[in-house]
Structures are given as structure tokens and as C-alpha cells.
């Protein structure tokens, strides 16, 4: 199994990949781990990877192109519109049925076991390690399989969630255990959806839930928890996909509902748990 891992910190990798089973699954030639310097996939002297989003705002914003060409040039594949079907419908069809681009951030739905086990069927998964202020939604719109989402916290960038990720697939792959019936008998193994029980799931959620579901335009629970709103930043065309009208208008009021809008149909999309105090799927 290959594992590519795209991120503007290629050092970062040097340690968490050469201990324990992830080294010795490496050494067997059981997975190939790759890791790709997003930075040589930029044209300009500075190598510059990020810029400044529209529509205001703190930090900085992972641009798209250097993205898409890291990607391409991994798997071989222009990824246009005329080549992908509209988002959210995966896979691409560009990218092979058995290989999984995952952007990894604070607003993807939840990795869990069972995405693991999910995971250690497949070829080859390109790891997108997101950093700054977030990534360009058109990566994960039209470039992503899916979005990611460790847990129910923000972390400086996707390197550390990479990492994980490789571990826990990699020790569910045939022969990567001294004893392969370890796995079997492993928190969340035992339960047939691979999720936790009510009771663990409440245990771990600090006994905090999340208010009623959302409607309209405004929740109506300000205790309800939203993740982030979509970014985008140069170029406003980037092959034909555009940077949505209102945040190019300088209207601020209306910028802030549209982003509050598009936080709550993402979280119920992505997490729709948030809204309702249910566990996502």
C-alpha cells in the first residue's frame, strides 16, 4: 500500500515514520510512504503556497494551484471540470477507484476505526496536510475525495494528523501485526459498525452536547457548534470554478451571513452530530 503525504514541513516525517510498526511495516516493503515538499509544486521565487482570503478575515489561505499539481503530478491526471463530476460526488474521475485523496482539517467529518479499516482496502492514499488559516474549498470540492477531521479540535497544521492516520491503517493491514489477532480484540473492533457505544460516546464527550438541530439562516441555540466556513483566495478563476460573487462585493454584513450559512450547511453535511447531539455516521 502507498501512502503519499503532501505538506510544506517534508522534515516533520523524518521521526514519527521510523518507530515501531509504521518503521517495520516500511522495512518489509508492506506500505511505501512518500513525501511530497508542496513547495516544488509553485513557479514563482518565493515559492509561495499561501495568500490573503477574499472577503476579509485573519491569517492566510492554502492556495489551490500548487494543490492540484502536486496531486496531478502524483497520479498522473489533469483534474479539470470537464474531467470531474460536480462536488460533493466522489470518486473523480480522474483518480483511480482504489486511490483516496484526503484533505485533512478541523472541518472534515470524523476518522474513526471504521475509516481505517475502510482505508486499509484501498491502493494508495494521498494524505493533503492543511496549514495557515485553512485551504482553498475548491480543493476540497473538486481535488479531495473526502475531508478528514481527527477530532473535535484545531491543530497548526495536517502533518500531525497524517501521521496518525498511516499508524492506524497501516497496523490493520494483513501482516503488519507480530499477531494478527491483536486487532481483533482492540477498542471499537468489536462492535459491528467499528463506532463506540452510546456510553463510551458519552464518556468521551465530556458529557457535552450539542443543542438541536439547525434551520434557516441562524441556529437557534448559540450553543450549537458550527465548523468553519469556506475559504478562497487567488485566482477568483481558477479553471473555471469560481470564487462565489458575494465575498468579491465588499459588503461585509452580507459576507457574514453567507459564511455563517454555508458553516451550517457544511456541519450538516459533515457533521451533522453538531447540530443534533447525535453521533455522525
Not at 482553498?136 to 475531508?147: G, I, K
Not at 460573487?245 to 452530530?273: C, F, S, Y
Amino acid at each position: 500500500m502507498r501512502f503519499d503525504i503532501v505538506t510544506i514541513f517534508p522534515e516533520f516525517f523524518a521521526g514519527p515514520l521510523d518507530y515501531g510498526i509504521v518503521r517495520r511495516a516500511r522495512e518489509s516493503a508492506l506500505i511505501d510512504v512518500r513525501v511530497q515538499d508542496l513547495r516544488a509544486f509553485t513557479h514563482d521565487r518565493h515559492r509561495t503556497v499561501d495568500d490573503r482570503p477574499f472577503g476579509g478575515g485573519e491569517g492566510m489561505v492554502l492556495k489551490p494551484e500548487p494543490l492540484f499539481e502536486a496531486v496531478e503530478s502524483l497520479l498522473g491526471e489533469t483534474i479539470s471540470p470537464e474531467s470531474a463530476p460536480p462536488a460533493p460526488a466522489t470518486p473523480f474521475a480522474t483518480i483511480p477507484s482504489r486511490t483516496a485523496v484526503i484533505l485533512l482539517s478541523a472541518s472534515g467529518k470524523l476518522f474513526r476505526q471504521s475509516t481505517a479499516r475502510r482505508l486499509a482496502g484501498l491502493d494508495r492514499v494521498v494524505l493533503l496536510c492543511g496549514r495557515y488559516e485553512g485551504v482553498d474549498e475548491r480543493v476540497a470540492q473538486h481535488l479531495a475525495t473526502e475531508e478528514l477531521s481527527i477530532g473535535d479540535f484545531v491543530l497548526s497544521g495536517g502533518e500531525l494528523a497524517a501521521a496518525l492516520i498511516i499508524d492506524a491503517v497501516t497496523r490493520l493491514l494483513p501482516g503488519a501485526l507480530g499477531n494478527e489477532a491483536s486487532a481483533l480484540h482492540e477498542s471499537f473492533s468489536d462492535l459491528q459498525s467499528g463506532e463506540p457505544s452510546r456510553d463510551q460516546q458519552q464518556r468521551t464527550q465530556g458529557g457535552v452536547s450539542p443543542s438541536s438541530e439547525a434551520t434557516g439562516d441562524l441556529l437557534p441555540d448559540s450553543q450549537s457548534l458550527l465548523l468553519e466556513f469556506p475559504h478562497y483566495t487567488r485566482p477568483a478563476d481558477f479553471r473555471g470554478w469560481t470564487v462565489p460573487e458575494v465575498l468579491l462585493g465588499g459588503n461585509h454584513e452580507e459576507i457574514r451571513r453567507w459564511r455563517h450559512q454555508m458553516a451550517i450547511e457544511k456541519t450538516r453535511r459533515n457533521r451533522p452530530d453538531l447540530l443534533t447531539g447525535q453521533s455522525s455516521a
